[in-house]
């Protein structure tokens, strides 16, 4: 299928695309198959738009950052299986990346390549270290780390095709967003910061946006990180509220 524009491509299309090229028979028997990130899809599928990358080249690239993306997660379930499952988690892992290189070795642009290989270096240091570190990871340094975890792939998006300043912050803002939504659901645990340090970042995050020259903040993807941004913030104070009155 073809798109004309990124904005009618869906998460089920490009998720289809995903398990596509990681699917195989052995993984397949046991249920072994990487989980796609709509948040990295619609911030990735969004930087792709915003810059106007044509979808014959946005198609692919999207495709080998969300398997990147999907297969660096997968290492992380290692520690949470054991014998033949974590050694498929691991393999899991890089036959997604495999896949990933191929894709962008297709798409023939060397200067996004390196791009993107130096994210996934700086990943996997950003793990190491948090790794080390815990479980007596201070707040500040784990949200510093994961911000790099869970944004450099987005980050090195937005530098190879929207290098503006601006940009590269609606980027952080909207990680940030994410990773203060993700740390903050019920059924993510150990919480490295508190619900009060939650809202200090997110205000943060929506600061650096309101910063922005008027003419940037009314652009596309500045409303869509405002909203994003703001239903986390509803979102938390509900949590607040609730926990306040238990």
């Known amino acids: 299928m073809a798109w004309t524009d990124l904005r009618d491509l ?48 946005a198609v692919p690239v999207l495709t080998a950052v969300l398997l990147v993306q999907a297969g660096l997660s997968m290492h992380d379930k290692i520690d949470r299986v054991d014998g033949v499952a974590r050694q498929l988690h691991v393999l899991a892992g890089d036959y ?16 996004l390549l390196a791009a993107l290989c130096d994210a996934v270096v700086r990943i996997n240091e950003a793990k190491m270290t948090c790794y080390l570190a815990m479980p007596e990871i201070p707040s500040q340094q784990y949200m510093a780390l994961q911000e790099i975890i869970q944004g450099a792939l987005l980050m090195a998006l937005a530098k190879h095709y929207l290098p503006d300043a601006g940009w590269l912050t609606h980027v952080q803002s909207l990680v940030r967003g994410y990773i203060v ?13 508190t619900l009060r340090q939650a809202h200090e970042w997110l205000s943060e995050a929506r600061d650096r946006v309101l910063r922005l020259p008027a003419s940037v903040r009314q652009q596309p993807f500045a409303l869509y990180v405002a909203e994003y941004l703001g239903a986390i913030k509803s979102s938390l104070e509900r949590e607040s509220l609730a926990e306040g009155n238990r």
């Open 10 to 57: 869906r998460f089920e299309d490009i998720e289809d695309r995903v398990q596509r090229y990681a699917d195989h028979a052995y993984l397949r028997t046991l249920q072994v198959r990487p989980v796609v990130s709509r948040f990295h899809f619609e911030a990735a599928r969004t930087i792709l738009n915003a810059a106007g990358v044509p979808s014959t080249t």
């Open 96 to 111: 997604c990346s495999s896949w990933y290189y191929a894709i962008l070795a297709g798409v023939g642009d060397e200067a």
């Open 181 to 193: 939504k993700r740390e903050t659901a019920e059924h993510v645990t150990p919480r490295y910061f």
